[in-house]
């Protein structure tokens, strides 16, 4: 397997991702961590304004920490 293929079979392949993380579990409750999707506050509320290569950035770390999540 190559090593594009093995990043996209484990973090998902961007151009099949939806356009957003969020998967309407949210909550911050214990931290600055949203429960269903990973992102931090500020990555939620700037989430429209990022470039897509921040967005990237974004969507490698919550995929790789096991998110998003929907029953949490």
Do not use: H
């Amino acid at each position: 397997m190559t090593d594009k293929k093995l990043q996209n079979s484990i973090l998902g392949d961007s151009k099949e991702r939806p356009d957003t993380p969020c998967v309407a579990v949210c909550s911050t409750t214990f931290d600055d961590v949203c429960r269903g999707c990973g992102r931090t506050v500020a990555e939620v509320a700037d989430w429209v304004f990022m470039s897509p290569e921040s967005k990237e950035l974004v969507w490698t770390r919550i995929l790789a920490q096991g998110y998003p999540r929907r029953n949490r």
